[in-house]
């Protein structure tokens, strides 16, 4: 299924243990390839920015290869990973 830009942004993307994650804001792309890189997401819940360990104030790129699926929701896959302060 293929998407337009318009219609995914504001879409709300959810972890798919049913955390709500924040809202699609952008999605970045590769300008010589075209290929999505990640998606931009703003309104991110500070329970999830807690889980990943990330202090940002405004929004978060989420690499694309943790989106499961886009549809009436961005449903990605459930963060299992906090990197440790050496790899910071």
């Given amino acids: 299924m293929v998407s337009r830009l318009n219609e995914i942004i504001g879409l709300e993307v959810f972890a798919e243990d049913g955390m709500?994650?924040?809202t699609l804001e952008d999605v970045s792309i590769d300008p010589?390839?075209?290929k999505v890189l990640g998606i931009v997401l703003?309104?991110?819940k500070e329970g999830f920015m807690k889980i990943v360990g990330?202090?940002?104030t405004k929004g978060i790129i989420v690499p694309y290869g943790a989106v499961k699926s886009v549809g009436d929701i961005v449903l990605m896959k459930t963060v299992a990973y906090r990197p440790s302060e050496e790899e910071a």
């Fill in 20 to 22: 709500h994650v924040g």
């Fill in 32 to 34: 010589e390839t075209g």
């Fill in 42 to 44: 703003n309104n991110v």
């Fill in 54 to 56: 990330i202090e940002a």
